[in-house]
């Protein structure tokens, strides 16, 4: 590891203008290229105290052992110089996108006497007309095949050619009217060039020219009682029209743009391109990247931006450029992209109509891939047996940590406080191991004695397991296991669907061979939380007398591994298997703990008065509000008009009207655009107010544009 003041350039050595520079390691090799408006001043940054660098700069800055640069004139200069060199040295720090050289692209061969219509892959060629890039293949030649009818070019390739023209005898598309037959001389060079212009026509969007001259040709051919061409004509309109319903229209005014959206994680980010040409959509590619260096997101759109028209010229490079976020600075990437095509370019964002909608689909799709990635690569086997292996490693443990539990605290302001714990095991998911915890020690916020309460409890109850005694939950706990999609809904059947009575006991579904109920029997041999609170899970962990289980927390922000008597965090690799196993761990008990706390808050705004009755469930509630209408006229029945309900005896009745007695009538509901007073509500809803829009919202919800939740 080198020491980056060994290398630093001495004061007024630097130039302060515009450049580019590269960081070399010990061998000579460019490890990180970069640009800047001023170099002094973007060199300055990285030779700052190591403490206070990004920990991926601080790699960076340590592996590299000399630092050169080169002057240009403009910024523009340097972003065109900064993209030669990353494609040149390939660096290992730099941002790369997966090349999409895979992608098939609609070709017109327009460099050759006769221009040929075909399928390709790879670097672009000079004097070739591109379309696309498609997602399959055989979706371009089922474009091609409709459009031939219309505009029968050239398709075969040049042995196929040669030995038509040899022989004089054109192949089958020749004789079924889907090529011209310029081998055999039935069409000459410059009709055939034009019958491709057309067609590159009508695949950049310029459609409606040639739909209307032929429904005039048709028009005349049915006033000359020529039935036969017009029926012919008729036929081509309409694979012309399937051709274009294959790309749904999007955009107005026929609109040539490219949307570019990014997906990102602090470890990965995904870039999702769609192509619209003529108010349609032409094509679509992505990409997946590693973020091996400090960035944000407009910087990573700026390199998708050299990515996608670094090699492009003319009207490959569209009027406009929409993105989630502007480079900073804005004007010399748009002075490059306007350099690029020959005339103006526009990169915005969009803020509002259809422009903006197709942006949130596009942005949709980027955080689809991103998620494939994701599942994909924890799918493999060797990876997920390496992952485990780097964790071992970096925090000296053992053996591999085969199953894992990482916990999380969530709430809003302090109210419907949670926790959760997920299970990982052999570097997968086991949902039916999850729990969700309800905070009972005490009210308020505070994370670290929540977290010492939850370790306390899931391993008091694993140690009364291990002696066999005791209870497997508290009452009116809601710990259990969980199937499906984490059963989220907190009703009383959700709970049952989940394994979960309402009162904390586990149903039949999930007993042990022996009719004993599944408890927290096995022990993780790896505990993972957040940064702050590792420390209250070790201190839980040692007053319970557990010495063999390991304690780490992973911060969200640096993504550095703590442990809890380390003053200093253990940083694994950038490209980690291990780093990204615990991110995932991380992230999903925070889903998992947000999700619990929102059914919670939502289940607290729907409570009623009879949610407040002992021993009165689900079915008795409905039962009640079905027989009665409403808690209003439920208040008002005598004992034994309750009784009359099924299912509900005259202790229940009785406990029903104490019950209703005791509590408070509910507020009217308001609403608050009209002033209007609700008293004829029918329902069993608390305490409701309106919204400027007039629906009613429950009183003092809270509004999660001020509240914020965690």
């Known amino acids: 590891m080198a020491d980056p003041s060994s290398y630093r350039p001495k004061p007024g050595q630097i130039p302060d203008s515009p450049g580019v520079y590269r960081f070399r390691d010990e061998h000579r090799r460019v490890i990180y290229v970069g640009k800047a408006k001023s170099l002094r001043q973007r060199l300055a940054n990285y030779f700052q105290d190591l403490a206070s660098l990004h920990p991926r700069t601080r790699t960076m800055v340590t592996t590299a052992a000399s630092v050169e640069w080169t002057v240009v004139s403009t910024e523009v200069e340097a972003l065109q110089l900064e993209y030669s060199w990353i494609k040149e040295y390939d660096p290992r720090f730099n941002v790369k996108y997966r090349d999409d050289k895979s992608y098939p692209y609609l070709a017109v061969t327009m460099n050759e006497e006769f221009p040929r219509v075909q399928v390709m892959r790879g670097h672009k060629k000079k ?7 498609y997602g399959h293949a055989w979706a371009i030649r089922d474009t091609v095949d409709l459009l031939l009818r219309v505009f029968p070019v050239r398709t075969c390739s ?52 040639y739909l209307r001259r032929l429904e005039n040709r048709m028009t005349e051919a049915a006033e000359e009682m020529e039935y036969e061409r017009a029926a012919r004509l008729r036929d081509d309109i309409g694979a012309l029209k399937k051709a274009m319903e294959k790309n749904a229209v999007v955009l107005a005014d026929a609109t040539d743009a490219d949307l570019v959206a990014v997906a990102e994680d602090e470890l990965e980010a995904a870039v999702q391109i769609f192509h619209v040409r003529g108010g349609r959509v032409r094509g679509q590619r992505g990409w997946v990247t590693d973020k091996v260096e400090e960035i944000t997101t407009a910087a990573l759109v700026e390199h998708a931006l050299q990515q ?26 748009q002075e490059w992209l306007t350099g690029r095509r020959g005339s103006n370019v526009s990169l915005r964002i969009p803020q509002r109509g259809d422009k903006k909608a197709l942006m949130e ?62 299970v990982f095991e052999d570097g997968l998911q086991r949902k039916n191991e999850y729990r969700r915890f309800q905070i009972k020690g005490f009210a308020g916020q505070d994370d670290v004695r929540s977290m010492h309460e939850v370790i306390t409890r899931r391993f008091r109850r694993y140690l009364a397991e291990k002696e066999r005694t005791g209870e497997w939950v508290e009452d009116g706990d809601t710990e259990g296991p969980l199937t499906g999609a984490d059963a989220d809904a907190p009703t009383n059947a959700a709970l049952v669907g989940a394994g979960i009575h309402s009162d904390g006991a586990p149903v039949n579904g999930f007993k042990e061979e022996d009719g004993r109920p599944k408890k927290f029997a096995y022990p993780p041999q790896l505990v993972v939380g957040g940064g702050p609170r590792v420390a209250a899970a070790k201190r839980a962990l040692d007053e319970l007398g557990i010495d063999d289980i390991a304690v780490c927390g992973l911060a969200k922000r640096l993504e ?3 442990l809890p008597e380390d003053e200093d965090p253990v940083v ?40 407040d009755v ?15 209408g409403s808690v209003k006229k439920l208040r008002s029945a005598t004992i034994e008009q309750i009784q009359e309900v099924p ?18 009538p509910a507020a009217p509901a308001v609403n608050t655009a009209t002033g209007e007073i609700m008293d004829d509500r029918e329902d069993e809803a608390p305490e409701t107010t309106a919204d400027a829009s007039g629906e009613p919202v429950p009183a003092g919800a809270p509004d999660d544009r001020r509240g914020q939740e965690r």
Not at 577 to 603: M, S
Not at 647 to 664: D, P
Request: proline fraction near 6%; hydrophobic fraction near 40%.
């Open 308 to 333: 996608l028209y670094g090699e492009e010229t003319g009207d490959a490079v569209p009027k406009e450029v929409l993105v989630p976020a502007l480079p900073d600075p804005l004007e010399p990437v």
């Open 572 to 611: 694994l690799p950038r490209t980690s298997e291990g780093l990204y196993l615990l991110q995932r761990v991380r992230d999903e008990a925070h889903r998992f703990a947000i999700t619990y706390q929102r059914t919670k808050r939502a289940k607290r705004f729907r409570a009623g008065p009879l949610d």
């Open 560 to 562: 550095e591994v703590w």
């Open 647 to 664: 299912g509900i005896g005259r202790k229940t009745a009785e406990t029903i009207a104490a019950a209703l007695a005791q509590a408070a």
């Open 158 to 209: 040049a042995g196929v050619f040669k030995n038509a023209a040899r022989t004089g005898r054109p192949c089958l598309l020749g004789y079924i009217g889907k090529c011209s037959a310029p081998c055999v001389g039935r069409i000459d060079p410059e009709d055939h060039r034009e019958l491709a212009e057309e067609f590159c026509d009508f695949m950049a969007g310029r459609t409606g020219t």
């Open 614 to 628: 002992p021993g009165l469930g689900e079915t008795r509630k409905q039962a009640l509000i079905k027989h009665f």
């Open 127 to 133: 004097g070739v007309r591109y379309f696309g890039p």
């Open 361 to 422: 689909t596009v942005a949709r799709n980027a955080q689809q891939a991103l998620a494939l990635h994701k599942t994909k690569r924890a799918s493999d086997l060797t990876t997920r047996s390496r992952a485990l292996e780097e964790i071992a490693d970096a925090l000296d443990l053992d053996s591999a940590p085969l199953r894992i539990e990482c916990y999380d605290i969530s709430h809003l302001q302090g109210d419907d406080v949670v926790a959760s714990m997920v």
